[in-house]
Nanobody
Framework: EVQLVESGGGLVQAGGSLRLSCAAS????????IGWFRQAPGKEREGVSY????????DYADPVKGRFTISSDNAKNTVYLQMNSLKPEDTAVYYC?????????????????WGQGTQVTVSS
């Protein structure tokens, strides 16, 4: 059974940091691309950051470049999202997702599995 379990969300003041984790099981982790997405109330789900577990390449959405860092620990089947200099507009439910390809995947419709999400709230 495929599982993606996010953790690490919470309430933080603007300027603070959080580290999200996405623990994966049930598939060959090294062969998949992982993405972090977020959805704020009343808004579309949007991409945040992406990583290829086969070659380690990464990409970021413009709003988070320079503030967020994605990384992967293939030995632990876990992907992390380090979020620094958080802003109130980063408030959303954050989801990780897995796509069965080696390269980075930006399009959310190309992902095969999704986690349940973790809430991030940034107060001003």
């Amino acid at each position: 059974e495929v599982q993606l379990v996010e953790s690490g969300g919470g309430l933080v003041q603007a300027g603070g940091s959080l580290r999200l984790s996405c623990a994966a099981s049930g598939f060959t982790f090294d062969d998949y691309a992982i993405g972090w997405f977020r959805q704020a109330p009343g808004k579309e789900r949007e991409g945040v950051s992406y990583i290829s577990n086969s070659d380690g390449s990464t990409d970021y959405a413009d709003p988070v470049k320079g503030r967020f860092t994605i990384s992967s620990d293939n030995a632990k089947n876990t992907v992390y999202l380090q979020m620094n200099s958080l802003k109130p507009e980063d408030t959303a439910v954050y989801y990780c997702a897995a796509a069965g390809v080696h390269s980075i995947v930006v399009n959310k419709d190309e992902y095969d599995w999704w986690g349940q999400g973790t809430q991030v709230t940034v107060s001003s």
